[in-house]
């Protein structure tokens, strides 16, 4: 079980958090780079010291600003496995393996053991013999996985460990990894910038903006409430800002409008004026290969640029659309099949003003969600 | 004008400036061994080889440039690895103490010996208490040789170690490995091309130590005389004993710089080159 | 030409009009300096001797290489610029004369002698000659090559031979012999540091800054050599007007009034 809440200077702004993460989950550490993910992992494997703060694992004192007390990294039961591997060049895969049970003096034939059943685990025992450098990009990071779950820390740290690997090697190690994680019983912190690798991994989800938590939940808070623009844009909601026109008399009682640079959405009653972002969520539109005549408000035309599967199974599929302003819809397999769906047909994609969500900047909770 | 001549103009000019350059650096520093090679044929050499004022000479060379060596990698590595990696007050002092002997004239420093170790100084009279005496000893060779190689090994040291990526002491941290575990199983062998870089250099610069020996320690074959000495005092009466004194020196610091270049850096961990490889 | 061509000429063209002014510069300066090879034992007298010739003589600058007088010989063979050269033993210069490196016969200007100094806290509590022998005294030497060095080892030969010194004096002295240095100032310096318990000099070293530092020990005249110094011209001298000129002052009167203040025994003034 950790328990985090730090509070650093980091660059030009302050970085706070604090978080928990519980055994056997997996929390997913989202954020634009230099929002301090990686500094606030650092702070977790004991590479560095925050300014203040408290960190406990499985009760035991990690860090705390006011007894002082601090663990340094090599006394933690941290595993890291990062984006540049990190494997010593000089060491042979099963021997990059062994170095954590070498250094804490486990006896050799324990450490031939548990080395061999880690090579075993990541299916990469026929790789023990080569260097680092012998060894692809996806095999590499096999290697560190071993490397730091054989020494079963009580706490894996995984900071975009996928990101260098070309895509179909990404997509095997994904799966495998995930097969890992709800093997092991520690706490995982999991870093990353991609959306489908943090909607895949993530039980939890917490996102960093600028130093800050700007929102803490599952995969289906973050979707539904997104709290800022970031989270929004990050799980490929339709974001758009504009500046927010009063209500005018218009058919059947008051309505808002959004002026966007591209366009105009007629959006649910609400007060005020001004800039505002705004999210359509894409499952709120609706494709059509004829203008619709229902009641929905919005109603743009545009050709399909792209239609992307859905990880993990493909059930649903991401349209894109050429749109003024683009737009995101998400359909099922069988409406993409059903309409013929296919880049370049011009379709009706439309929503109602009340499928629009109004975003405020961060912190702030969303209206009329 | 000709498409060759619009291509090649400005590339041309500078590779011409390259080569001239470099041929005249190389020429300069290969005339002088050529001249000495040139002047005496292997023969003469090994028959010089056999007088006993020679064989006090290389024997003295020898065994104290191998203690000075030893001595300086011991205790320069550690200073090394700490300058690397760390910041402390008073560090800037500690970098311009590490390379002072390297930018003062031998003489100056044999004199400086002299006054700290000397029978008046007062690492001098501390040793003393201890029954130990330095100048006029082979010992006292040995401490000019050390002052004089430290730089040698410190800076080639301290690049190197500082080269490393910080990723990997990062990494072995995370694996449990204390800093003395890091440092013999991470740290030392990737640095290992430049460690060796540094025992060449230093080695060779003690082989060729004389100033502050001939200061400090005096100068008697068989105590203090070491190749550097002998060659000086046998340019003043014997010109052909000396010639041969200098080619084998020559071939000695030859051999010993190419060895350990040349060796590692090939071999280490499959990287043709640390630069060569894409990272 | 193309541009290349172009480039390149101008570039060597510029090197030769720039190499070129060098010579001419040169050319402009006739007087050449006089280049006197001097043993180090020498170094004082020579230097006021120097500047009392460039006094007579202006427009002649005197340039001294003042070494251990085997060195200069050594340096004179191999093609050094030397327009006079003044050793400290007949043997040295006996050695250039062998090889035709100097003009005429060599004249004695100049006598010397050997004296022996302690630093002045006497570490090694040396109250005479006979010390000397003792165990573990710390003896520094000029090396035989030297005139100096050659000198020491037959007064002290010279000694264990007179009344009052063992039979046994001249090799335990000489097993103390800690270091042998190329000259005699180096000799001194030893001894002036404190570093060395004792060792032979020449008188004329014994200047009054030097005095303050060590104290003396006369060598028994039986025992001590008289050191005679030949001078003689260097063949093809670049200057060998000013080369005679010299030689002319060192054997006046006045040189010779000079040698006797730094210490040396002028000719006329010889006697054991």
Not at chain 2, 95 to 104: A, F, H, K, N, T
Request: charged share 20%; proline share 6%.
């Amino acid at each position: 079980m950790l328990e985090l809440k730090v509070a650093s200077r980091l660059g030009t702004f302050e970085l706070e958090a604090e978080l928990d993460v519980a055994d056997g989950e997996v929390m997913v550490l989202v954020g634009e780079s230099g929002s301090g993910k990686s500094t606030l992992l650092r702070c977790l494997a004991g590479l560095l010291r925050p300014e203040r703060g408290r960190i406990v694992m499985d009760g035991a004192l990690w860090f705390d600003s006011e007894r002082p007390a601090w663990l340094p990294a090599h006394e933690r039961r941290v595993g890291v496995v990062g984006q540049d591997v990190a494997l010593f060049p000089h060491l042979t895969a099963a021997e990059n393996v062994a170095f954590g049970l070498r250094a804490q003096r486990t006896p050799a034939t324990e450490r031939r053991r548990r080395t061999a059943a880690a090579l075993e685990r990541l299916g990469i025992a026929a790789l023990a013999a080569r260097k680092p450098h012998q060894l692809s990009g996806g095999q590499q990071q096999r290697v560190a996985i071993a490397r730091a779950i054989v020494l079963e820390p009580r706490l894996l740290l995984l900071d975009e460990p996928f990101s260098a690997l070309d895509a179909a090697s990404r997509r095997a190690i994904r799966a495998e990894l995930r097969k890992l994680l709800d093997e092991l019983e520690c706490a995982t912190v999991y870093v990353t910038h991609s959306p489908a690798e943090a909607l895949s991994f993530g039980e939890c989800i917490i996102v960093l903006e600028a130093g800050r938590v700007s929102q803490v939940g599952t995969r289906e808070d973050l979707m539904r409430s997104p709290r800022s623009p970031y989270v929004a844009e990050f799980l490929g909601v339709n974001l758009f800002r504009g500046t927010l026109t009063g209500p005018e008399p218009r058919g059947a009682g008051d309505r808002a409008r959004i002026a966007l640079p591209q366009g105009e959405l007629a959006i649910a009653e609400r007060g005020g004026s001004g800039d505002t972002a705004i999210v359509v969520r894409p499952r709120e539109i609706t494709l059509a290969l004829e203008r619709p005549t229902g009641t929905a408000r919005n109603v743009f035309e545009g050709a399909i640029e792209e239609l992307v599967p859905e990880p993990p199974d493909g059930e649903l599929v991401r349209v894109s659309l050429a749109t003024q302003p683009p737009l995101i819809a998400e359909v099922t397999r069988q409406a993409v099949s059903a309409l013929a769906l296919a880049p370049g047909r011009r379709v009706f994609a439309s929503f109602k003003a009340a499928g629009v969500i109004v975003v405020g900047e961060q912190g702030e909770p969303p209206l009329g969600a | 004008m000709t498409e060759a001549a619009i291509r090649s103009p400005r590339p041309s000019l500078a590779r011409f400036g390259v080569l001239a350059a470099s041929t005249l650096l190389l020429g300069f520093l290969a005339l002088p061994f050529i001249g000495l090679l040139l002047r005496v044929s292997p023969g003469e050499v090994l028959a010089r080889l056999a007088r006993p004022v020679v064989i006090d000479a290389l024997r003295l060379s020898f065994i104290t440039s191998v203690a000075a060596t030893a001595v300086v990698v011991v205790l320069g590595i550690p200073v090394a690895w700490l300058l690397a990696t760390r910041e402390f007050p008073g560090k800037r002092v500690v970098e311009v103490l590490v390379d002072l002997p390297m930018v003062l004239p031998p003489t100056v420093a044999g004199f400086a010996l002299l006054m700290a170790f000397g029978r008046a100084g007062l690492g001098g009279r501390a040793l003393a208490a201890l029954g130990i005496s330095l100048p006029f000893t082979t010992l006292g060779v040995v401490v000019a040789q050390v002052f004089m190689a430290v730089p040698f090994m410190v800076g080639p040291a301290r690049a190197s170690f500082a080269s490393l990526d910080p990723k990997l002491l990062d990494a072995a941290a995370t694996l449990r490995a204390r800093e003395t575990f890091t440092f013999f199983h991470v740290a030392l062998p990737l640095a290992m091309p430049g460690l060796l870089a540094g025992v060449a250099m230093s080695g060779a610069r003690s082989l060729g130590e004389f100033g502050a020996t001939i200061t400090f320690a005096g100068n008697l074959p068989g105590t203090t005389q070491t190749m550097p000495l002998a060659v000086y005092v046998a340019l003043q009466s014997d010109l052909d004993a000396a010639v041969a004194l200098s080619v084998l020196l020559l071939v000695m610091a030859f051999g010993l710089l190419l060895g350990l270049r040349s060796a590692p850096a090939g071999s280490f961990w499959g990287r043709r080159d640390a630069r060569a490889q894409s990272r | 030409m193309n541009r290349v061509h172009r480039r390149t000429l101008v570039l060597v063209a510029s090197l030769a009009l720039l190499l070129g002014t060098v010579p001419a510069h040169g050319a402009a300066d006739a007087a050449k300096p006089l280049e006197v090879y001097a043993a180090a034992s020498l170094a004082d007298a020579f230097n006021e001797l120097g500047r009392l010739f460039e006094q007579r003589q202006p427009g002649i600058r005197v340039r001294f290489n003042f070494a251990g007088s085997q060195q200069l010989a050594t340096q004179i063979e191999q093609g050094a610029a030397a327009d006079v050269f003044a050793s400290a033993d007949e043997r040295w210069m006996d050695y250039a004369k062998e090889r035709g490196l100097v003009v005429g016969e060599p004249t004695l200007f100049v006598h010397n002698r050997l004296v022996v100094i302690v630093p002045k806290t006497n570490p090694a509590r040396i109250g005479r000659l006979q010390d000397l022998a003792k165990g573990g005294i710390k003896l520094v030497l000029a090396a035989d090559a030297v005139p100096v060095g050659r000198y020491s080892r037959t007064v002290i030969r010279n000694l264990s031979r007179i009344e009052g010194f063992p039979a046994d004096y001249a090799p335990r002295t000489l097993k103390n012999v800690v270091s042998e240095e190329e000259n005699v100032k180096s000799v001194v310096s030893k001894v002036q540091l404190g570093e060395a318990d004792a060792g032979f000099v020449y008188r004329s070293d014994i200047s009054p800054a030097i005095q303050r530092y060590v104290r003396l020990f006369e060598v028994p005249a039986s025992a001590n050599v008289v050191a005679a110094y030949p001078i003689a011209r260097v063949k093809d001298a670049r200057a060998p007007e000013a080369a005679k000129a010299f030689l002319d002052l060192v054997l006046s009167p006045e040189g010779q009034q000079v040698l006797e203040r730094h210490g040396l025994m002028p000719l006329a003034a010889n006697g054991p």
